[in-house]
């Protein structure tokens, strides 16, 4: 019996890391989820219109054998809590490591949300996947979540050593509401506070990164109105100037009342003060059909960063055709890609 199941893992595995290759065939079929045998949750055809990759999924985890869930990172919050999936086996490296950051308009989702699924095929590869939660706009307004994300990459720094963590070599990967944290994460470097910062454990630590992948995150909250109605796309949703916004949820008042608040939320207004000797490199993704978030917000976001650090630390891909989350973004060649971006920097 213990060789039957043995064998199936030795299958699973290898079929697995697959999806890891960069010479991808260019298939279009989505890849498989971090579980045995099991497929990624189907997306919707015009994506989760509050945001978020995958709609209301949840992740199935049960292929991985190595995991901790639900441990927490901070004491402000019962929302400060992250979970830890490792490969498969045993390593004496240690591993690099994914901070999985969900969407969910900065209002909704979690550390278990199927959004978080292509970011999970990590482990696959060879990396230490760890997804958090954050506190919602609904619990604290804006920089609590920028807070909480910098606070669990100080927890993963100070307890590198019980889960075998390579803390030299962290990524973070977010979509939509988390691509704009993930972003946020890259741009302010080792800046841990942003505004007012409740989060006082670890500080000895520092929550700066060396690789950030962003999915079509707001980055401009001020300017997308204007973009959207010069791209000539269909909304989703309506007007990000308007109190009923997600962003105005966010800043906790309608954009456009403070907007030097509002723009102390957006990821390019810390990019010229950036140290291009340490700064993280960027991947960038973004649907050019995308109704929730304008793809010129990517556009711009990705200009910026190239005249302030190089070139060389900034790609950007416009998928062509693409919603907000839609299975573009799922299929095996483009997760390839990820992960290629991912291994030069890291591995």
């Known amino acids: ?11 699973v595995l290898i079929f697995s890391l697959a999806a890891c290759s960069s010479s991808s065939s260019g298939s ?71 901070v999985a950051i969900h ?47 910098k606070a ?32 946020m994460i890259g741009t302010t470097g080792a800046l841990d506070a942003i505004g007012e910062n409740d989060n006082t454990e670890n500080l000895e630590y520092s929550s700066a990164v060396q690789a950030v992948v962003d999915w079509f995150g707001p980055l401009d909250f001020l300017k997308m109105d204007e973009q959207f109605e010069a791209s000539g796309v269909s909304r989703s949703t309506g007007n990000t100037s308007e109190t009923s916004s997600p962003e105005s949820a966010y800043i906790g008042q309608l954009i456009t009342n403070d907007t030097e608040l509002t723009e102390q939320a957006n990821p390019e207004t810390y990019i010229d003060a950036m140290n291009v000797a340490t700064a993280p490199s960027f991947f960038i993704q973004h649907g050019t059909a995308d109704g929730n978030v304008p793809t010129q917000q990517s556009i711009d976001f990705a200009d910026m960063l190239k005249q302030a650090i190089g070139t060389d630390h900034v790609s950007i891909e416009l998928l062509d055709g693409a919603g907000h989350g839609t299975s573009e973004f799922q299929t095996t060649e483009n997760i390839d890609k990820v992960f290629s971006f991912l291994d030069g920097v890291l591995k």
């Open 28 to 98: 279009d079929q989505n890849i498989a989820a971090p579980s045995a045998g099991s497929e990624m949750p189907a997306m919707p055809s015009g994506g989760n219109p509050m945001g978020g990759g995958l709609g209301g999924d949840s992740l199935d985890t049960s292929g991985i054998m190595n995991q901790f869930t639900g441990i927490s990172y901070g004491s402000q919050s019962d929302s400060q809590t992250l979970d830890i999936y490792l490969p498969n086996g045993e390593s004496t490296e240690p591993y690099p490591v994914i």
């Open 1 to 11: 019996m213990k060789k039957s199941i043995a064998l199936i893992l030795a299958i």
């Open 103 to 149: 969407g969910g308009a900065f209002m909704m989702g979690s550390s278990t949300g199927g959004d978080v699924a292509p970011m999970l095929e990590g482990v696959n590869c060879g990396y230490a996947v760890i997804s958090v939660n954050y506190r919602l706009s609904v619990e604290a307004i804006f920089p609590a979540a920028v807070n909480d994300v």
């Open 152 to 183: 669990a990459i100080r927890w993963i720094k100070a307890n590198s050593q019980e889960y075998n963590l390579d803390v030299e070599n962290i990524a973070v990967w977010g979509d939509s509401a988390g691509g704009n944290l993930a972003a």
